[in-house]
């Protein structure tokens, strides 16, 4: 009995560790209550929606000036991004960078690389809520 104890103990505890290496399969990109200029990341009320998409820029191509009204995760698959926020600075990312964009805060984002800017970007939004806001 002793022995069918001990296996027992042995089989939970493999059991745990393995399930502690093994899970969740994945890498953390990023993990943060912040944007990238420092902001606690709010939520729009509302249904939840989210929409995933990705932006693709030319090289020396920028978007409008514009705005983001729910959260935006990004994560940089190819080239370069300089993101000028104005008085909140200018960041510039690169291939493998992962950022929570800047809510409520104007900002042109630029392809500063050579080659073709794509971007994955994720956002947390709300039925009747707009992702991005051009600004005039």
């Known amino acids: 009995m002793k022995h069918i104890l ?5 089989a939970l505890v493999a059991t745990q560790v393995f399930a502690k290496d093994t899970y969740p399969p994945l890498d953390v990109l ?3 209550d912040k944007t990238v ?3 606690p990341i709010r939520y729009p ?3 939840a929606e989210i929409t995933m998409a990705i932006v693709a820029l030319q090289p020396g191509q920028s978007t409008p000036l514009h705005h983001h009204e729910a959260p935006l995760a990004g994560y940089i698959l190819q080239g370069e ?3 000028d926020y104005g008085s909140e600075g200018i960041h510039v ?10 809510l409520g ?7 500063s690389g050579d080659d073709i800017l794509r971007i994955l970007v994720v956002f947390a939004g709300a039925q009747g ?4 806001v051009i600004d005039d």
């Open 105 to 111: 805060t104007e900002h042109v984002g630029t392809n």
């Open 37 to 39: 200029t420092g902001q």
């Open 129 to 132: 809520t707009p992702n991005t």
């Open 93 to 102: 990312y690169r291939t493998g960078d992962a950022i929570v964009e800047a």
């Open 6 to 10: 001990i296996a027992s103990a042995l």
């Open 81 to 83: 991004l300089t993101a």
């Open 30 to 32: 990023l993990k943060t």
């Open 45 to 47: 009320e509302g249904q």
